[in-house]
């Protein structure tokens, strides 16, 4: 039950060594550059399907999305309807139309008998499982490929040991490239040469390797790369022109040195490297790493013990140090972050994010599973918040407020978003939901910037109730109101209407974020005679108009 109000820093704050903090003033009195703009939040068309996505890739035009799904059908159809069509755990549809593609590879596992390997896999009677789910997508850095990997051991009838490759263009999978993986590959990263792998093997082509691995990009031919992480591995970024790989997980130890959760070794043979920041918690994991090219890479996390401190929201290091540049100090597990247009996505269930001023968390707990952050720290910490202390540099919050309900009532995890990606003009999420901002969608939604053509906005909220009325001892009726919030606006401008007068005869501005929503007064002096009806219209800057019911009195 946090408190406060919103204040703006005047001081950027750098992570000094040693973790301790030195505010450097600003001077002068330049205007802080703008903010940037994230894509509208209503939901354009896309494809669904009867299961879980883990993991989508814009490559090009076309969207590729990988998971644990049977089939796949057109947006507004219900399962089982008409243009429900097969798909095994991975599909590709239009970014720009969201039709579904006729690339349909089989992406199956063996069935094997013992103990039960968890919930991403399915029983098949008799102590017998079948683990054959998608966990990341990757394209390489020319798009003229797409990597996948996972738990899986086959596709099209062909071996693949959790790892394959498709030509992007013509969807084959790739003959020559055939790593054999004993184990779950969780984390790809593709550069011009090489893939470098994570996740929870223990040998790649009867080499033994510790859950994490380098193969050619070409022919899947085994490299000497062989660092060693002692618990599994989510997600690896290669930065080569940093000479590094980061690496994040669930880990304790990389290499025998103890650095939990997120550090990085160099891309030659995997060795450590230096390395500044330690997770807040050593329940921490890191689920997915992404860069921009700034020399900054992009997490998300999630706690599984719970308690302070704990890192379940996002945060941005330096590839070539180690050093925090920002951690947002949210709560709530984040599963995905993709960056684009110096706006960071991420697919969570967010809640409080008071360090940060964003959020508050005074009363029932309501998730926001879709957000949008500055890639930069905008400002400082105001207060001591899980484990962001009183000065920390801090990111924005963007106004992007789509929503997602969790995922169906049998879900172990009910996490709604599992996975985003965003280029200049789109994002595409994908998760276990099934309703997308009110509507029925299930695992895939996608959303477009401004200008995008088809691109939906979401303004004005209801409730909008109508406005309350009652007489002025001396003459006149006070009219007041609750305001409402904007999906993808800071502030909502209110105009008092009147019948009969054809103009608004007050007009105000608040913000609108749903946490700060305002109560709002205006008193007319001079109503006409005999019965006066009033309402109030809630305008967006996009122009999106909500009009509340109407009041009357006299």
Known sequence: MRRGSKALCAAVALVAAGGSLVALPVTGAAQPPPLPVPATAGALPAPQTDGIVFSVAIVGNT?????????????????????????????????????????????????FAGQDPGPFCEPAGGGRWVCDSVFRVKASPDGRKVYVGGDFDKIDGQWRSRVAAFDAVTGALDPAFRPQVAGRVRGLSVTADTVYLGGGFNAVGGVPRTRLAAVSANDGALLPWAPAADREVFAVLAAPEHGRVVVGGAFDHVNGIYQHGLTAVDTAG??????????????????????????????????????NPRLEGRGAVEIATGRPLWLDGCYGDTQGVAVADGVLYSASHTHDCWAMNAIPENGPVDYHRLLAETTVATGAAQRDVNHVRRGDPIPELLPWLPNTNGGPSTSPWLNGPWTVDARSGYVVVGGEFTVVNGVPQQSLTRFAARGVPGAVNNGPQVPFPAPRLSRKLFGGYNITWTGTWDAQNREVRYEVMRAGTPKPIHVTTAPSWPWTVSEMRFTDQRPPQGRVEYWVRAVDADGAVLSSPHSTIG
Do not use: C, M
């Not at 159809?77 to 579904?100: I, K, Q, S, W, Y």
């Open 63 to 111: 969207v590729v999305a990988g998971g644990r799904f049977t089939k796949a059908r057109p947006a507004g159809v219900a399962p089982g309807g008409p243009g429900e069509v097969r798909r095994d755990n991975l599909l590709a549809f239009d970014l720009h139309t969201g039709e579904l593609l006729p690339w349909a590879p089989v992406v199956s596992g063996s069935t």
């Open 270 to 307: 995997g060795a450590g490297v230096a390395w500044q920041w330690v997770t807040p918690s050593d329940a921490d994991t890191i689920t997915d790493l992404v860069t921009d090219g700034t020399g900054t890479v992009y997490l998300g996390s999630y706690n599984w013990r719970g308690g």
